[in-house]
């Protein structure tokens, strides 16, 4: 079964501070793996797409990675900023011949403390 | 650019009313896709469509609606609204099905009561 899943479910973190973020997924064929932001109360934006080939992706200071042969991703955010409150949302893409299925994990909620 | 647009934002509705949420993006992308949230899960793909004139089923179409008459436009029509389709929606569109970024409107949250 397709399945994306994350952890931890929410995390609290001081401003300033180092965080990652994990991704395990199980779907197959496997095309790319993408992580957006969610702001409350808004839609979801994108920071980093990576396909099979890529290991490390960065956008800022938010650094992706993959590891295609175990099936995981991280995201790992530098020097938090208050703005950096959101949900971050791990989403794997499968392609097959005539069609695309695309998965969301259930996201990780991270609060920035000042 | 307004990316997508989604209204309305919010709406209550009453258990077999019916409406319509619309969804306009000015990216000229193919590939638009209704999602829906609920509250603790990843989100869900109700339709999607790969060009004007085509549609098709996601993981969860029950109850809903599509047509996409224009590139720009890509209506979900809810024919009897139930409590279960108490949710947020987001629709969202891209350039291509596999390796390029969905960009999302800022959802409408719906209540059925």
């Known amino acids: 079964k397709n399945q994306v899943e994350q952890s931890p479910q929410s995390l609290i973190i001081l401003e300033g501070k180092n965080c990652t973020l994990q991704?395990?997924?199980?779907?197959?064929?496997?095309?790319?793996l993408r992580w957006y932001k969610q702001d409350t109360g808004r839609g979801p934006v994108s920071l980093t797409i990576?396909?099979?080939?890529?290991n490390t992706k960065s956008n800022g200071r938010y650094t992706a990675t993959l590891d295609a042969d175990t099936k995981q991703s991280s995201l790992h955010i530098t020097a938090s900023q208050l703005s950096d409150s959101a949900s971050y949302i791990c989403?794997?893409?499968?392609?097959?011949?005539?069609?695309?299925?695309?998965?969301f994990g259930s996201g990780t909620r991270l609060s920035i403390r000042p | 650019n307004a990316g997508v647009t989604q209204t309305p934002k919010f709406r209550i509705l009453k258990i077999g009313q019916s409406m319509t949420l619309q969804c306009a993006q000015d990216?000229?992308?193919?590939?638009m896709y209704w999602y829906r949230q609920d509250p603790g899960m990843g989100l869900k793909l109700i339709y999607y469509?790969?060009?004007?004139?085509?549609?098709d089923k996601g993981e969860v179409p029950n109850g809903y609606n599509v047509s996409r008459s224009t590139t720009e436009d890509f209506p979900l029509r809810l024919e009897l609204a139930a409590p279960s389709q108490t949710s947020v929606y987001f629709c969202?569109?891209?350039?291509?099905?596999?390796?390029?970024?969905?960009?999302f409107g800022d959802g409408t949250r719906l209540s059925i009561l």
């Open positions: 991704c395990n997924y199980t779907v197959s064929p496997f095309s790319n």
């Open positions: 969202a569109s891209s350039y291509s099905l596999s390796n390029q970024p969905q960009h």
């Open positions: 990576m396909t099979f080939s890529e």
């Open positions: 989403v794997v893409s499968a392609v097959y011949s005539s069609a695309s299925k695309i998965i």
């Open positions: 990216m000229n992308h193919n590939y």
């Open positions: 469509s790969v060009g004007a004139g085509i549609t």
